[in-house]
């Protein structure tokens, strides 16, 4: 209302302004009223001015943009979240995918932890013996007697044999060759290079299965000072000695598949 009152005001002023002046020119007597009449109408024309509401086409807009506001802050909070998570994924490493893998062999007693067992706990057979960062490299099996069946107190990883006749301390971790698949691997050698971050091929002191972690063939063994080098017929527990040797510098040897190469103290270096 008060708009119109404004507006109607600011018609009236000029139009009272040239009758007044016509009046005066023409000496009637109206001209005093008509100059009245248009400061009033000046005065209305203020009083509308000042209580006009605001622009409804301002008020309307504020909420819109409210709205579209709060709709790119939940997008923004979508990407972040969404950023976060991939780089979240992105930071899972192969050492710690394939931990979370063997924890569920062992839930399904395909894999056992470091520890002490009894026996009946660990099902008779052979299994790869994988050592981790902070865990023991030593082995053993004892009968009902308390006597040592056999031990071994590894460099790296290695094959154990399993009886199932007594105590077994177990340092590193257990795993069954048949669970090689599920965890995406062939030899025990491939799961000790991921769960110690080695990147490159290795060729380390190691208890190697041929056939398995290295092919059949000729080496040429060197060692560390002195180094120990041995041709088994099988894992720790249940093998004979095929060949051995104490040496200091190179050592040639020939195995083929099946058998278990034995390095302390040296590396494959052909």
């Given at each position: 209302m008060w708009d119109l009152i404004a507006f109607i005001s600011l018609l009236a002023v000029p139009v009272f302004l040239v009758i007044a002046i016509v009046s005066l020119v023409k000496k009637?007597?109206?001209?005093?009223?008509?100059?009245?009449?248009?400061?009033?109408?000046?005065?209305?024309?203020?009083?509308?001015?000042?209580n006009a509401p605001a622009s409804s086409s301002e008020t309307v807009s504020t909420k819109p943009n409210d709205d579209t506001s709060l709709e790119e802050k939940k997008e923004v909070d979508t990407e972040v979240k969404a950023e976060t998570k991939a780089e979240e994924e992105v930071k899972m490493t192969p050492q710690m995918e394939m931990t979370g893998k063997i924890q569920e062999l062992i839930s399904t007693e395909q894999a056992f932890d470091a520890g002490s067992y009894i026996k009946g706990d660990i099902p008779e057979g052979e299994y790869a013996f994988i050592p981790f960062e902070g865990s023991s490299q030593y082995y053993a099996e004892k009968d009902s007697s308390g006597?040592?069946?056999?031990?071994?107190?590894f460099n790296s990883f290695g094959y154990v044999y399993v009886h199932g006749i007594g105590n077994i301390e177990n340092g590193g971790v257990l795993i069954n060759p048949s669970a090689y698949e599920t965890l995406g691997v062939?030899?025990?050698?491939?799961?000790?290079?991921?769960?110690?971050?080695?990147?490159?091929?290795?060729?380390?002191?190691?208890?190697?299965?041929?056939?398995?972690?290295?092919p059949a063939g000729q080496y040429v063994i060197e060692s560390y000072g002195e180094g120990y080098v041995a041709i088994m017929s099988g894992p720790v527990g249940n093998n004979d000695i095929v060949d051995n040797e104490i040496f200091n510098g190179r050592y040639q040897l020939t195995v083929n598949d099946g058998q278990y190469l034995k390095i302390s103290q040296g590396f494959i270096s052909e």
């Open positions: 009637k007597g109206t001209a005093k009223r008509n100059f009245l009449f248009s400061g009033l109408a000046f005065v209305l024309f203020i009083v509308g001015i000042s006597n040592i069946v056999d031990n071994e107190n062939k030899s025990a050698k491939e799961i000790y290079q991921i769960m110690n971050q080695v990147e490159d091929d290795y060729k380390d002191s190691a208890w190697y299965k041929v056939g398995v972690d290295i």
